[in-house]
């Protein structure tokens, strides 16, 4: 058994001149394969004296063992190499620019109708949208404004028979609301509305989004607190409100809401006009005429409703300067509002 | 609405500012939209008095002036002027002074006119910016000559001339017609700045006559009252300054006094007033009855109406003197020879002055008033003051003969409340002195009752907007402050449930799966043009053409109601083109409007659609791979068949089910249209009935066992005619095997080997084992199931194996 150290240091040699995972396969199957030298030695055994035989093929197996100890030892340190090469191999530029899958985007309008919606809702608010082609009666009549009131002067209708009209103003959903639901009642109708007025400044369609409040012992404290978090939430977290009189003909008494210039801070800029202060909507106490119109009795319930044209809020928001912007559908304009 | 502010002075004193009213006005409800410094730009233009006129030595049309101008000394300037004269007081624009010059600002500055020095320029009129109605001679060709008792030499010619004022343009809400006027105004701010109101003058003496003019009122609901006053010795002459001064600052020119009389109290009390020349009433009577159908009147301004009996007319014995409360009849107008004059003073009930200014198109300061209503009780107080003023300038004799045709109530309102109910509304709490006191600067009769401590509130007959104690809590408001109120956050409500309905969050979702399809959301004007029905070919009878029509649109492009969605979206794609954005992807979702009945007898039918426009990139498939995504989101099941449209390529367009119903179409926009609107690139359009597909979108999510055994996949390639579709084939091997769970179509192959009018489709099936099996699939059942496909493939589209 003079061999064994020999093959040993031969085995060992010959592996770690083997320069990857492949070669040391080879050399693994010189030794320890069907027709290696290790195997031949157990082969030859039978040559060997029946006494020595025990000895002779415990030394064997220590050999075989010893083999696969640095066999594996051996392709661990390959293997570790060969990956360590392979990534080196894998250098990825990582400034390079990503690759993005192009998606669209919801309309400016439609996004801050969302975060209105969001705002309300969150205060127990639902929403209602009633029917774009309306009769003069929910447009109108209902709301305290019949056939010969002067208010119907201030906003120019599309008529479309002498008894349906495109509704000039989202309240039209407050009644219809009103006439199926009893207080306590909450909720918010966005929609568009129609006025022929076309010009610089206005649209002869565009979207209002109408709220209403109506249970027992409301105030108008109450309205004004609503409309402070509202204007918290959408301009910014020191957006102050403002009430000041005037006139709608379902609300008495009627306000008129400005908030304070989010780009000045109420200093005064170019937005403001230097007053410090920017008009974004209409509101007051529900008329007592209107809910007794829809069976409600104001002896018993008081309520508000405000109402905000989402063109302008989201002119006020991104800083768009043109209302035709918005029904352009200018894609290069489109692209900006992308989540 | 026009207010001066020395007109305001006449009945209130005001101690503040312009600016300082216009910020009190403001927070009391009255916007001034435009607060205007009258001759703001005429600056450093002064009386002085010509003391020495010579010859321009180099200029025979040039005249050398020396002028006193008072404490700004002696000046010496060239005019071009004829009409001056030694001894004549002119104004001078002094050095850095600006006047008005065609319509900009001129500035002077000394200089030499053809060498000779000249410190300022003599001002005409116009270079001031006045008519003769602010001072006589303002309209001669030369220069003003200013009269010697209105000016003092030095001082600023605006204070000579009538421009040292503040012009103040108040927006008055609808409900406060009242205020239409200086008076009403003046009032406010009486109450404003707590003073006195003065009221103007209103007696005079009358002179006896036996002349009577009856009035008959026909429409009493038309005309609730109807004053009329007759003057005699009328002498037609011209107003003084002072008067014509006023019209002129609220825009209106002076006729002749007794005009001028009518118009000074339309603007000082708001009533709009008439003066007939009784010589012209035949008859000597007044009649205010309807028009007989094709009755026609000539208006003061010569134009000739033909009228219906919705129009009320003013008339004599004969015919139609006065159209009621719009303009009055040519017929019976004042004349500089007039001597007998019959002023009427009425109210006409809003409505019907509107209705007929509307339908004649004939507009005046009249009508307007009385659209936005004026009150029962003005028009004896008017009367009075036009009676007065005749005398006042001499101009007639006003006589004992009145008369008064009263069809309204004039007893105040009265309104009960309290302070409890007032501040409950408001949320804070007003003290009751407070109330009181509010109400009664406001002219407001404020009785409390000892017994029950109610407040007894007597309503001024001019507030005619005030019907409930509601309305007194806005005048408590508005005059205490806004300021007040002290925000709270809905401290007495019930909790409510809020948020979107699972219907409104489907919406939204919608939207979003387009969005991350990459389209854009548009959004369009919902009425288009009646033509764009003939640009998409729909044929005479189609039901897109019963559209709902707007009977007063801004113009015909604008006056239908879209009845589909497409040619709203084919306007933002070319524009889009045009504009260089040469490829991308829009959606909108909005209602068009389907109408059972044309004209409307019903709401129509509002039915929410979806467009989808793609132009530029991509092609039917990414139009569709949208389609697809859709109905994966909402779990639907949708299945596409070849169709048509007119407006789209008639090889390439597909019609959406939703099992048997057609719930939308998508196809390649007709070439010919393409080419129309000068779309060069492709465009790709489809429309989905929303209403329908939400229908039958999934209300949640349904859940299944994942199967514990594995699918197995294989592919098949078929060789099969041209005209075999993608899903017939697919629908041949769903059907051929229960376990055979999707096809998809991953190639298609065309060659000459497979020979013409064939082609091979190449399908990737996948199997599922049944969901209670005890093994997987087998590789011999699935060769089971492969042959028995195979098989009705051949039985069905008489396909081969590839």
Redesign the interface.
């Known amino acids: 058994m003079e061999d064994t150290e020999k093959i040993v240091e031969e085995a060992v040699k010959e592996a770690e001149a083997a320069s990857d995972s492949r070669a040391l396969y080879e050399v693994k199957m010189k030794f320890l394969g069907r027709t290696g030298k290790v195997t031949a030695l157990l082969k030859g055994m039978r040559e060997i004296a029946a006494e020595l035989r025990p000895a002779f093929g415990k030394k064997v197996n220590e050999l075989r063992e010893a083999l696969e100890a640095k066999f594996a030892a051996r392709e661990e340190s390959l293997k570790r190499k060969e990956m360590e090469e392979k990534l080196a191999g894998e250098n990825l530029d990582v400034t390079m620019p990503g690759r993005r899958r ?6 400016p ?2 996004r801050v109708k ?1 975060q209105l ?1 969001d705002i ?8 209602y ?1 009633g ?5 003069d009666y929910y447009n109108f009549t209902a709301l305290n404004t019949p ?5 119907r ?2 906003q120019d209708t ?4 002498e ?2 009209l ?1 509704r000039t103003q989202t309240s039209a959903g407050q009644i219809r609301v009103m006439e199926h639901k009893k ?4 909720v918010l109708s966005p929609g ?1 509305v ?1 006025r ?1 007025d ?1 010009d610089a400044t206005h649209s ?2 565009f979207h209002q989004m109408e709220g209403l ?1 109506v ?8 309205l ?3 409309l ?2 509202f204007a918290r939430v959408m301009f910014s977290e020191t957006s102050k ?7 709608f ?1 379902f609300t ?4 008129e809401v400005d908030v304070s210039c989010a780009a000045c801070g109420g200093k005064g800029c170019s937005l403001c006009k230097g007053t410090g202060w920017i008009e974004v909507l209409g509101a007051g ?1 529900v ?2 005429r209107v809910l007794e119109n829809c069976g409600i009795d104001p002896e018993e319930y ?1 309520g508000f409703a405000f109402g905000m044209g989402i063109e302008r809020i989201a002119m006020l928001k991104y800083g768009i300067n043109n209302i035709k912007l ?7 304009f ?2 900006q509002f992308q ?1 | 609405m026009l207010i001066p502010l020395c007109w305001l002075k006449d009945y209130v004193e005001i101690g503040v500012s312009a600016e300082e009213l216009q910020n009190k006005l403001f927070s009391c409800g009255f916007e001034v939209e435009e607060l205007t410094r009258l001759g703001k730009d005429v600056t450093g233009v002064v009386a002085g008095r010509i003391t020495k006129c010579e010859k321009h030595p180099d200029a025979d049309r040039l005249t050398v002036c020396k002028v006193d101008c008072g404490k700004y000394g002696e000046k010496q300037i060239c005019t071009a002027a004829t009409n001056v004269f030694e001894g004549a007081l002119v104004p001078c624009a002094l050095d850095g002074a600006t006047v008005l010059h065609e319509g900009g600002i001129q500035k002077i500055k000394n200089g030499k006119l053809r060498g000779v020095a000249s410190e300022g320029m003599f001002c005409s009129g116009e270079e001031l910016g006045i008519n003769d109605d602010f001072y006589d001679g303002a309209e001669v060709n030369g220069i003003l000559i200013l009269r010697e008792e209105d000016a003092v030499l030095g001082q600023d010619i605006r204070e000579i001339v009538g421009l040292d004022d503040w012009l103040f343009d108040i927006a008055v809400t609808a409900n406060r017609p009242d205020c239409q006027s200086v008076l009403g105004m003046a009032r406010e701010v009486a109450a404003i700045l707590r003073t006195p109101l003065k009221f103007p003058a209103l007696d005079f003496t009358p002179v006896k006559t036996d002349v009577k003019i009856p009035v008959t009122v026909k429409e009493p609901a038309l005309c609730p009252r109807y004053v009329g006053h007759f003057v005699t010795d009328v002498k037609i002459g011209r107003s003084p300054q002072w008067l014509r001064r006023r019209l002129a600052l609220c825009g209106i020119r002076s006729i002749s006094d007794i005009v001028d009389i009518t118009n000074f109290v339309l603007l000082e009390m708001g009533q709009p007033m008439h003066a007939f020349d009784r010589s012209y009433l035949r008859g000597g009577e007044i009649v205010v009855r309807r028009a007989e159908a094709g009755e026609k009147i000539v208006t003061l301004d010569e134009k000739e109406f033909t009228l219906t009996p919705e129009n009320l007319l003013v008339c004599d014995r004969e015919r139609g003197v006065a159209l009621a409360g719009i303009m009055g009849g040519l017929n019976s107008e004042i004349k500089p020879d007039t001597t007998e004059v019959f002023f009427e003073a009425a109210k006409f009930a809003r409505d019907s002055v509107r209705k007929t200014s509307r339908a004649l198109g004939q507009r005046s300061e009249s009508s307007a008033r009385f659209e936005k209503g004026v009150d029962a009780s003005t028009p004896e107080i008017a009367m009075k003051r036009a009676l007065h003023l005749v005398e006042e300038l001499g101009c007639g004799k006003p006589t004992d003969y009145g008369t008064d045709v009263l069809n309204a109530d004039l007893t105040p309102k009265i309104v009960t409340t309290d302070c409890a109910q007032i501040n409950a509304l408001l949320g804070i709490e007003v003290p009751e002195e407070e109330v009181i006191a509010v109400l009664t600067r406001l002219q407001f009769a404020v009785h409390k009752d000892g017994k029950n401590g109610k407040l007894v509130v007597g309503v001024p007959l001019w507030r005619e907007d005030v019907d409930g104690w509601a309305d007194l809590a806005e005048e408590v408001i508005r005059s205490y402050g806004y300021e007040h109120i002290q925000p709270a956050f809905l401290e007495n409500a019930t909790v409510t449930r809020g948020g979107l309905t699972t219907a409104q969050k489907q919406e939204l979702k919608f939207k979003n799966v387009l969005a991350r399809q990459g389209f854009y959301e548009a959004c369009n004007y919902s009425f288009s043009s009646p033509r764009d029905f003939d640009l998409l070919r729909f044929p005479a009878d189609a039901p897109e053409r019963r559209a709902v029509t707007i009977r007063n649109p801004i113009g015909e492009d604008l006056s239908v109601m879209r009845t589909t969605l497409i040619p709203t979206m084919l306007q933002n794609i070319v524009r889009n083109v045009r504009r260089g954005n040469e490829s991308g992807g829009l959606f909108e979702l909005a209602n068009v409007f389907l109408a059972e009945e044309l004209p409307l007898k019903a709401l129509p039918d509002e039915r929410k659609t979806c467009v989808i426009g793609l132009w530029g990139e991509g092609d039917f498939f990414d139009l569709k791979g949208a389609t697809e995504a859709i109905a994966e989101a909402f779990g639907l099941n949708l299945t596409y068949e070849k169709g048509s449209k007119p407006f789209l390529h008639p090889g390439i367009t597909a019609i959406v089910k939703l099992g048997e119903k057609e719930v939308g179409y998508l196809g390649e926009l007709h070439p010919e249209i393409a080419a129309e609107l000068a779309l060069e690139k492709k465009v790709y359009l489809c429309e989905l009935d929303y209403r329908a597909l939400s229908k039958k979108f999934a209300k949640d999510i349904t859940y299944r066992n994942p199967n514990k055994f594995p699918d197995v996949e294989r592919d098949i390639a078929v060789v099969v005619a041209e005209e075999v579709t993608c899903a017939q084939v697919r629908e041949c091997i769903l059907h051929a095997c229960k376990a055979a769970k999707e096809a998809e179509l991953f190639d298609v192959y065309r060659s000459d080997k497979l020979g013409k009018e064939k082609k091979s489709m190449a399908l990737r099936i996948t199997f599922s084992p049944d969901e209670k099996a005890e093994k997987p699939l087998s590789p011999e059942a699935v060769d089971g199931f492969f042959n028995k496909i195979l098989g009705n493939l051949k039985y069905k589209l008489g396909a081969e194996l590839r």
Do not use: W
């Open positions: 192009a998606a669209g985007a919801l309309h309008v439609t969302n919606i309300f809702a969150g205060m127990g608010f639902e929403v949208e029917p774009e082609i309306e009769s056939a010969d009131h002067p208010a002067d201030m599309f008529y479309v028979t008894e349906f495109l207080p306590p009642i909450k568009r129609f022929s076309d002869p369609m409040v249970d027992k012992g409301i105030t108008l404290c109450d004004q607190g609503m402070d978090e409100t403002r009430l000041r009189p005037s006139y003909p008495e008494p009627s306000v106490m008329n007592r008081t918005l029904t352009e559908n200018d894609v290069r489109l692209k989540e």
